[in-house]
């Protein structure tokens, strides 16, 4: 697997439902950042969270930080069909560049 | 402020030939970096630089060449393409390396035929 690996690959979920996506990753970092990519476009900052905080949030966003799974989750609250997008973590392994995983593809349902 | 533009949006190549792709940001980052974004693998750093006068390799750098002479543009040089570099190319910026937020380009859709 990479570095930073993002769980699931896709998901669909209907407007007003929570959306919870994971990243694990290998090495130990100093930060952990989340973004959002729309169809055609660049990537948009979400969060970043440092590797001594445990949980952020930014309005409906909720990211937490487990160091010692070496794994994150972003949780989405009350959904809407603008948050459809593919979403990305990327870590800093042993404080170098950041890489980025895969993605997972988000569709949310009117 | 425009943020980081790049041009162009879209470009066709055929096998062999250069080009450059423009990057610039109006923000006064210090750090720059390009990045190739292909279907399933996310993105994968090509170049960086962390100031005017500095770069360096990423993860991926073969074929192609950067060079930083202003804080504000970061071009990167594709010296003789190949369809393997058909991808989507972004540039981003952040005030300093590592710890901040990156500042993406709209991107451009490069196919090599």
């Known amino acids: 697997s990479q570095q930073g690996e993002e769980d699931p690959q896709a998901l669909s979920i209907q407007e007003g439902e929570n959306a919870t996506m994971n990243c694990s990753y290998k090495t130990s970092i100093n930060n952990l950042q989340w973004y959002r990519q729309n169809s055609g476009r660049g990537l948009v900052h979400l969060i970043l969270i440092r590797s001594n905080e445990r949980e952020k949030h930014s309005g409906r966003l909720r990211v937490t930080l487990d160091t010692s799974k070496k794994s994150s989750s972003l949780l989405i609250t009350a959904s809407r069909a603008a948050d459809t997008a593919s979403y990305f973590c990327a870590t800093d392994p042993y404080g170098q560049n950041f890489v980025f995983g895969p993605g997972t593809r988000l569709s949310v349902l009117p | 402020n425009a943020g980081v533009t790049q041009t162009p949006k879209f470009q066709v190549l055929k096998t062999g030939q250069s080009m450059t792709l423009q990057c610039a940001q109006d923000?006064?980052?210090?750090?720059m970096s390009w990045y190739r974004q292909d279907p399933g693998m996310g993105l994968r750093l090509i170049h960086y630089s962390v100031g005017a006068g500095i770069t360096d390799q990423g993860e991926v750098p073969n074929g192609y060449n950067v060079s930083r002479s202003t804080t504000e543009d970061f071009p990167l040089r594709l010296l003789s393409a190949a369809p393997s570099q058909t991808s989507v190319y972004f540039c981003?910026?952040?005030?300093?390396?590592?710890?901040?937020?990156?500042?993406f380009g709209p991107g451009t859709r490069l196919t090599v035929l």
């Open positions: 923000m006064n980052h210090e750090y």
């Open positions: 981003a910026s952040s005030y300093s390396f590592g710890t901040d937020t990156q500042y």
